[in-house]
């Protein structure tokens, strides 16, 4: 089991490495409306009126608990 | 949730206490300090106007969100939420051709419902405090760690949570790894103590209300663990393009029923009610799931952000969320459509209803909790922001949220959707940042 993770991760990182920028092409990529979560507050206004209201949370990040939400 | 009294003690200490790291920071420095100190600040606060349809749950949300920069990768994080909730709620048991009367859950009353109309509990109305506390900072030149503790409280729910995680750069910071993990430990204290999964409901004119009232109830607290585990992958893919895939694992173990909801029992599938009972749920589940979410940049400026979320877990739950959003940029200012479509399977232990003959072989669990039955939600939105500079912004997003039951098909207890709870809201956001 060990041994096919580290397989794997090997296999997705070696995949991985001819993807990418150079460091000096990374001004796209700084911009804070390019951030994988842009704007954490309506992430979790929209996380908070989900997990309220479906049988699914997270994901994206911890689904854990915090509210009796009914 | 809840019914009649807030408790906002624990709530307002924790918001004194957040709001005293944050003076105590500024207090005692110079004016030229502080203003230097005030720059490395920034801070983002929004409320959420949420109201349901047909008078049910109606919410006001505010959050304020502080960020401390000690450097470009260093961050002190400080969260304040605190919403407020009324309105009605399904209480879980089907429309009748009769009207239905049920005890109130504090066993302090009763309420009535029509004939054909659902049954909602009106007496709901809950107030919560949330706080949490993000530290995330570098660790040498390939690593980096955040950890983070948050609070919750409202009348009948207490959450304590701590969390970390650990990320690792390669490829010239190209691809990121990270683990990261969060442990909750939750109290439920329902209103009129805790109802006995499966016993029955008191009837409110019983000659036996008191005896049958405390026959349904064991204790007045329960306790419920979460830890969550997410392995994640991060890879920019171009200069304009970049993707994240994560696995999540998330365990629960303790109270999991809702100690409001309950569910009808028929002599036979559109027969005659006979009783209400609480509902139950198992008291372990254990949830996996699966996002991908790619976000890219258009020669215009304009950009997408899709995400793909598949979970299931061994209650028998499978379900599918597609989200996409289009940032449209002009000058200064930013339009945002947004479109998010969900769909889940019920649980196993899902039924609208019950029957007499399946309550006789002592069901170990059942719920007609309507969020956990069959449905697809469709969320349509939009976003507009204006910004003044580069760190001055005030946006406003409007959205419709609708879910739609499917049909029950199912030989013992079968349903028509148009019997089971649909729903739709309606949620502004005003906010800022600055």
Redesign the interface.
């Known amino acids: 089991m060990k041994m096919w993770i580290s397989l794997m991760?090997l296999a997705?990182?070696t995949g991985?490495?001819s993807?990418?920028?150079?460091?000096w092409?990374?001004?796209?990529?700084a911009?804070p409306?390019?951030q994988?979560i842009?704007d954490?507050?309506?992430a979790?206004?929209d996380d908070?009126?989900?997990f309220s209201?479906?049988?699914?949370?997270?994901?994206?990040?911890?689904?854990?608990?915090?509210?009796?939400?009914? | 949730?809840?019914h009649d009294k807030n408790r906002l003690t624990h709530g307002a200490a924790l918001g004194s206490t957040l709001a005293a790291i944050g003076c105590s920071v500024l207090q005692g420095l110079p004016n030229q300090a502080m203003a230097g100190e005030l720059e490395k600040w920034d801070a983002?606060?929004?409320v959420?106007q949420?109201a349901e349809s047909d008078n049910r749950?109606q919410a006001t949300?505010a959050?304020v969100?502080l960020t401390r920069n000690v450097d470009s990768e260093t961050q002190l994080n400080l969260?304040l939420?605190v919403?407020t909730l009324s309105g009605a709620?399904p209480n879980g048991a089907m429309p009748d051709d009769q009207p239905q009367t049920f005890t109130r859950p504090s066993g302090n009353g009763r309420y009535t419902v029509d004939a054909n109309a659902l049954p909602l509990d009106d007496t709901?109305r809950?107030t919560?405090t949330?706080g949490a506390v993000q530290w995330s900072a570098p660790l040498g030149r390939d690593w980096t760690y955040s950890g983070g503790i948050?609070y919750?409280s409202?009348h009948?729910?207490e959450?304590r949570?701590v969390?970390a995680s650990l990320s690792r750069f390669?490829?010239?910071?190209?691809?990121t790894?990270t683990l990261?993990s969060?442990l909750?430990t939750?109290t439920?204290s329902p209103e009129g103590g805790l109802p006995v999964g499966l016993s029955a409901a008191p009837e409110w004119n019983s000659g036996s209300f008191e005896a049958d009232f405390d026959a349904s109830r064991n204790g007045s607290e329960a306790d419920?663990q979460?830890i969550?585990v997410?392995l994640g992958?991060?890879?920019?893919?171009?200069?304009?393009t970049?993707m994240?895939f994560?696995y999540?694992l998330?365990l629960?173990d303790g109270y999991m029923n809702?100690p409001?909801k309950l569910i009808s029992v028929y002599d036979e599938p559109g027969g005659t009610v006979q009783e209400y009972r609480y509902e139950a749920r198992p008291d372990t589940r254990q949830?996996h799931?699966?996002?991908w979410?790619t976000?890219h940049?258009f020669e215009s400026s304009n950009?997408i952000?899709g995400?793909y979320?598949f979970?299931f877990d061994d209650w028998g739950?499978t379900?599918h969320?597609l989200d996409l959003k289009y940032?449209w940029g002009f000058g200064n200012q930013y339009l945002e459509p947004q479109v998010r479509w969900?769909r889940?399977s019920a649980?196993d232990a899902y039924q609208p209803y019950m029957t007499s003959a399946q309550l006789a072989e002592n069901p170990d669990a059942l719920t007609a909790d309507y969020?956990?039955g069959d449905f697809d939600?469709w969320t349509l939105g939009m976003?507009y922001g204006y910004r003044f500079n580069a760190d001055t912004e005030v946006y406003t997003?409007f959205a419709a949220?609708q879910?739609n039951p499917r049909d029950f098909e199912s030989a013992s207890t079968p349903a028509n959707s148009g019997d089971l709870p649909g729903?739709t809201?309606y949620?502004l956001?005003l906010?800022v940042k600055f």
């Open positions: 991760l997705v990182l991985c490495s993807l990418g920028v150079k460091p092409e990374r001004d796209l990529l911009q409306d390019m994988l842009s954490p507050i309506e979790s206004l908070h009126v989900y209201k479906e049988g699914s949370s997270g994901g994206r990040g911890f689904g854990g608990g915090g509210c009796g939400c009914n | 949730m809840t983002d606060a929004a959420l949420y749950v949300e959050v969100g969260k939420t919403d709620s709901f809950d919560r949330t948050s919750s409202e009948d729910y959450s949570g969390n390669f490829n010239q910071k190209n691809t790894l990261a969060s909750s939750d439920v419920k979460v969550d997410v992958l991060t890879q920019i893919i171009d200069r304009r970049l994240q994560n999540s998330s629960s809702d409001y949830k799931a699966l996002f979410q976000k940049q950009i952000d995400s979320r979970l739950m379900s969320t940032r969900y889940q649980i969020r956990l939600a976003r997003r949220y879910q729903m809201a949620m956001t906010g």
